[in-house]
């Protein structure tokens, strides 16, 4: 295994932050939380914390900018998973779907006829609150992922 991935997380809204920092540990993979200066992280061992400008994507930036092939980012965002896809980087959202050339299309295609619903005057409705039974089936796809990654020297 000479290319080790970095779990690449998209901060502010991560709701599994403890989860992916327990799975990293065992498999000795570095973590890097990126989160805007209006988010407290806490520094540990084994994750490094970057904290950027408040600014709307500067997040996304950041990540797009700092992502190499084989990584593994953490995030909501449908847009920042198209780019880490392009990127040769996994997408994974915290509730451990694996965006991929089979979804992400349809999911990009799906918020832009909400955000066109919501611009009418429509309502939509938000995503379900997370579960216990959503932080078990991240643990396991991410678990999954690095599995792959410690047999292929491949994520």
């Keep these: ?18 989860e992916i920092v327990e799975v990293a540990r065992t498999y000795a993979v570095p973590v890097l939380m990126v989160a805007s200066y209006d988010h407290r992280l806490e520094p540990e061992a084994g994750v490094q914390i970057m904290q950027v400008d408040r600014s709307d994507q500067s997040v996304d930036l950041y990540i797009s900018n700092h992502i190499a092939k084989g990584d593994i980012v953490v995030t909501q965002d449908f847009g920042l998973a198209t780019i880490v896809l392009s990127r040769g980087a996994i997408a994974l959202s915290p509730r451990g779907q694996e965006y991929d ?20 005057g429509g309502k939509t409705k938000g995503p379900k609150a997370m579960s216990s039974e959503d932080r078990v089936c991240f643990q396991q796809k991410l678990t999954k992922v690095l599995q792959r990654w410690q047999e292929n020297d491949e994520p």
Excluded: Q
Aim: net charge positive.
């Design 1 to 18: 295994m000479t290319n080790v991935p970095t779990i690449v997380v998209d901060a502010d809204a991560c709701p599994v932050k403890r």
């Design 101 to 120: 050339e089979s979804n992400i299309e349809y999911l990009m295609e799906r918020r832009h006829e909400l955000a066109k619903r919501r611009r009418g």
